[in-house]
């Protein structure tokens, strides 16, 4: 991958360079501020595949240079990622609303950085196979007005990320949140009632507009400055609310509705109803721990979701073998990802620690 990477401290441009360059088979080009990462995207011959930026920096700090980088177009989506010794909430939450994927703190563990980027490698690759792939006519059934352009599980992205975050930047948000904080949160999944109908009679275009409808309902009701969420497809959102909400789930259905009403109205949309999963408490910090709980949160709102159908004589027994939605066999797949990550070493790990130490004996040679 072409990586830029952009710090004011010349250790850390020096330690990544060689570590990416040679344990990763990146390509790595380096900035020491915000000013010369801007001419290198704008001059650059070569597009780059991924962002490594410090937050502070002189001039322009690394929150302005998300921002104006992801108001470049070849880099709308591409992944950046935060290296930084700011392990408050304050600026977590500046990061992920200007457009940063993932988060490390400094000192970062360079197996975990490792890890990150191999994430965000495969994420350029899922991205570049969606774009030389495109859904072609025909591909699905009554699909309303002209064939779908994505799936109905597809986590499709909203306008502005500071009304969602992406999936992806969502679980990053929290798992950061998890690590370097003391949470006080619980998370709470709402679904789009009957979501397959509006999906099958909409355009895709109609259908983006209702869940964009959606999306700002569930901000003004569940979401307070605090809070965070994210559209998980299948109409499905996940919020983490902070505090926790606790509030009877009929309550909140009735608070979404009026929501909807209002928004929908300025849309020039027809309502429509929402479901209101359980809380879930975030309890422990292991990655694997909090995934778990978010799928919990999911499942609580598509069970909910599958008894409102007109489904009563099927017995308790086909209910509990209902198939988990794609969201949580990835989020359960992350999360068994996550778990042996603990529990087996990496045979490249003597790379890492061997580059490491040859380093600081250079250093110590030098003085």
């Known amino acids: 991958m072409e990586i830029l990477v952009v710090d004011d401290d010349g250790s850390v441009l020096e330690l990544l360079t060689e570590i990416l360059t040679v344990t990763g088979y990146h390509r790595v080009t380096t900035a020491p501020h915000g000013k010369a990462a801007l001419e290198y995207i704008a001059d650059s011959d070569t597009q780059f595949d991924c962002f490594l930026v410090d937050i502070q920096m002189p001039e322009v700090d690394g ?6 980088i992801r108001d470049t177009p070849d880099y709308r989506d591409s992944p950046i990622l935060m290296l930084t010794a700011m392990d408050e909430k304050t600026y977590l939450d500046r990061a992920f609303a200007a457009g940063a994927t993932d988060y490390i703190t400094k000192p970062f563990d360079l197996l975990e950085l490792r890890t990150r980027i191999i994430e965000a490698r495969r994420v350029v690759h899922e991205q570049l196979q969606a774009a030389q792939q495109p859904l072609m006519a025909g591909q699905f059934r009554e699909t309303g007005d002209g064939a779908k352009v994505f799936r109905l599980a597809q986590p499709i992205p909203l306008k502005s990320r500071e009304v969602a975050l992406g999936h992806r930047e969502f679980e990053n948000y929290v798992l950061e949140l998890a690590r370097s904080c003391e949470l006080d949160a619980a998370f709470r999944a709402v679904k789009i009632a009957d ?3 509006h999906y099958r009679e909409k355009s895709s275009e109609d259908f983006i507009r209702l869940v964009e409808v959606a999306a700002r309902a569930v901000r003004n009701a569940l979401t307070s400055e605090r809070g965070a969420f994210s559209y998980r497809g299948n109409g499905a959102f996940v ?3 902070e505090p926790p909400m606790t509030a009877a789930a009929s309550h909140l259905e009735d608070v979404l509705a009026q ?5 929908a109205t300025e849309a020039g949309i027809a309502p429509f109803r929402m479901l209101v999963g359980n809380p879930v408490h975030i309890s422990g910090s292991s990655d694997s721990v909090v995934l778990d709980l978010m799928s919990d949160a999911v499942e609580s709102v598509e069970q909910k979701s599958f008894q409102a159908r007109d489904i009563v004589a099927m017995t308790r027994r086909l209910l509990t073998r209902r198939p ?3 969201d949580q066999q990835r989020l359960e797949q992350k999360a068994y990802q996550s778990l042996l990550k ?6 490249e790990d003597e790379t890492w620690s061997r580059k490491l130490q040859e380093r600081e004996d250079r250093l110590h ?3």
């Open 324 to 326: 988990v939605t794609e």
């Open 195 to 197: 979501v397959e109908r």
């Open 239 to 241: 919020c983490l609310c």
């Open 259 to 263: 929501h909807v009403r209002d928004a």
């Open 365 to 367: 040679r030098s003085t």
């Open 342 to 347: 603990k529990l087996l070493q990496s045979p």
């Open 63 to 68: 929150i302005s240079l998300v921002r104006l």
